[in-house]
């Protein structure tokens, strides 16, 4: 049976990480089961751009495809481009292309591409009508509001906008089992409602004026249930909306539910949320945190109130660092925020000051709090794109070619592209540098280590602080990741002589680990007595504690005056190791 549209994503692999095809749509998974519950059928392939044509040439074989209709942003419309003229030339079905970047595509991309429907804004009802006139049994496209296309005189028409669907409620939920390995999903986004109230100069979604509406809290807790049961091995659930704390008393009501469901579930979540309601609302990062809040991300985006207020942010560098203070004190484990470069008024000291800002930031939470710099994306619609002059900002527009995220596509009379590159760079090595400070002076709380690794291991949710700082130490890393996997334990919980009862076992390899020289042992250059180093050999979890000394106390009891004091000795000798994570206890 020929599937009636494959929905596609199709992103570059840049510089073979395969960071772009990592990220799930929801928009993809909510699209095919909106249309399957109006009739009609569906695939999905979510993937890089060289996969598409093959994948497309599997379904074409196997079942067949009336209509493609692709995914398309900034970042990829340029090479969807290409892929839409192949699929044209090699199948000549309809095509439809939806996504943020969709509404400012016009009819150069029309000609360009091939495409058949440019669909602006939100895409459900739209799609549904486009799909039903392909299928001869619908409207003309000059009747269905919210798409572009060419007549056939090739002239551009444009159809009145569609309007925002008020109850999202009536939406399914989306098939995310469409997609290729979710069974094998950590986590799954949820979208909790649409819009923003927010208008900030660099922002796609703000600018596009629609209002914030929200799900019904029963809807978007049944669309929980529904994607635990169907993705068991599932641990974390990411609220993809832009402004999820906007509302106050819906943020508790919502965290009341999800305190409950985790009574039955173990799961944490993450989400996005803007300073000012918080700032005004701080009791709900509590309820948040009691709810099973891992990570809060903001919108920081400068160490400086009057860039703050060019961008239209209406928040305060004070107001920042007194949301992130409380939410600190709330107990939220990890608190990521941004700081743009090469925006507003962008100069070698506004970095000095953005870089000392987000230094402040990181040490009112050590291990909790993380800031990262990322390049300002002029992106169509934004009232940067519009006017960056009223921003002290040229756009270079030549270069949107050249570019994924990787370089500047702005530059101010103070810093030039060229010196932002580099700028930018030498901005996060900084604040790397000051979080491994901060962690090789000890200032980071082995609670707080503990925590990162319980998020990432157990649930999936990794942060910097994480992958860039404490697995950096390769013995700390494991020692980490077998302890909150259950695979060693602390001596602390284990009670009185019951530790004589368990098998301390050393975390690493003999081999690679320990270097020898002149007949001695070293460890990242330290020395070894050969009481430390014979008891290091002991540590293979073969032996319990117990036969660990008494193996140790035969070969090196005659160095001591009395039991007494190699009993003291032992014990140090272990301890420190214990401290160094060089080993744990296993109970068999």
Not at 90 to 109: C, D, H, I, Y
Not at 184 to 205: D, I, K, L, N
Not at 502 to 527: C, L, M, N
Request: proline residues 4%.
């Amino acid at each position: 049976m020929t599937i009636d549209i494959l929905l596609i994503n199709a992103r570059q692999d840049a510089l073979g990480e395969g960071g772009r095809a990592k990220g799930i749509n929801i928009g993809l998974a909510l699209l095919a089961s909106f249309v399957k519950n109006n009739g009609y059928s569906a695939g999905i392939f979510r993937g890089f751009s060289y996969q598409v044509t093959e994948h497309a040439e599997t379904i074409m074989r196997a079942e067949g495809f009336g209509c493609a209709g692709f995914y398309c942003d900034d970042e990829n419309y340029m090479h969807i481009s290409q892929i839409i003229k192949n699929f044209k030339s090699k199948w000549n079905v309809p095509v439809v292309v939806g996504g943020p970047q969709s509404a400012f595509l016009g009819r150069e991309f029309l000609i360009e591409s091939g495409c058949d429907v440019i669909i602006r804004g939100e895409a459900e009802y739209s799609l549904l009508e486009v799909l039903a006139h392909y299928k001869g049994s619908g409207n003309p496209l000059s009747q269905i509001a919210g798409i572009a296309f060419l007549d056939a005189s090739k002239n551009f028409i444009k159809t009145p906008d569609r309007q925002p669907i008020e109850n999202l409620d009536a939406l399914p939920f989306p098939d995310y089992l469409m997609e290729k390995n979710s069974l094998e999903w950590y986590g799954f986004p949820v979208m909790s409602g649409r819009g923003c109230p927010y208008r900030c100069a660099f922002c796609h979604e703000g600018n596009l004026g629609g209002k914030i509406r929200f799900r019904s809290v029963k809807n978007v807790i049944d669309e929980i249930k529904y994607h635990f049961d169907r993705h068991p091995r599932a641990r974390h659930i990411f609220f993809s909306d832009d402004t999820f704390t906007a509302d106050p008393r819906r943020v508790e009501a919502l965290s009341k539910e999800l305190a409950a469901l985790r009574k039955e579930k173990d799961f944490m979540w993450h989400c996005m949320g803007h300073v000012r309601p918080i700032n005004k609302n701080p009791e709900m990062l509590e309820a948040m945190v009691e709810a099973g809040l891992a990570r809060l991300f903001l919108g920081v985006e400068s160490g400086s109130d009057e860039v703050l207020e060019k961008y239209g942010k209406r928040s305060s560098v004070e107001m920042i660092e007194s949301v992130i203070t409380k939410a600190v004190a709330a107990g939220v484990p990890q608190i990521s925020g941004n700081i743009i470069l090469g925006g507003c008024m962008a100069s070698e000291e506004m970095m000095k000051e953005d870089l000392a800002f987000s230094e402040k930031l990181m040490r009112i939470g050590p291990g909790k709090v993380e800031l990262s710099g990322g390049f300002l994306m002029p992106y169509p619609g934004t009232a940067i794109r519009r006017d960056p002059g009223a921003y002290g900002l040229s756009v270079l527009f030549n270069r949107e070619k050249h570019a994924f995220t990787d370089m500047p596509l702005t530059e101010t009379e103070k810093m030039p592209w060229s010196r932002l590159t580099n700028a930018g760079f030498d901005f996060n090595i900084s604040l790397y540098s000051i979080m491994k400070k901060m962690y090789l002076n000890g200032e980071i709380a082995a609670e707080t280590i503990l925590q990162n690794y319980i998020l990432g291991v157990k649930y999936g949710l990794g942060s910097l602080w994480l992958t860039r700082i404490f697995a950096a130490n390769p013995i700390d890393d494991v020692y980490y990741k077998m302890l909150v996997s259950d695979i060693i334990h602390a001596s602390k919980g284990i009670t009185g002589d019951e530790i004589n009862l368990w098998h301390p076992q050393r975390v690493f390899e003999i081999y690679g680990t320990v270097e020898y020289a002149g007949g001695d042992a070293f460890i990242s250059g330290k020395k070894l007595s050969a009481l430390e180093y014979e008891i290091l050999l002991l540590c293979s979890g073969k032996n319990r504690l117990s036969k660990v000394y008494t193996a140790a106390r035969e070969k090196f009891i005659s160095g001591y005056n009395d039991e007494s004091g190699f009993a003291e000795t032992f014990k140090t000798v272990v301890e420190k190791m214990e401290s160094l994570h060089w080993i744990g206890y296993t109970r068999f």
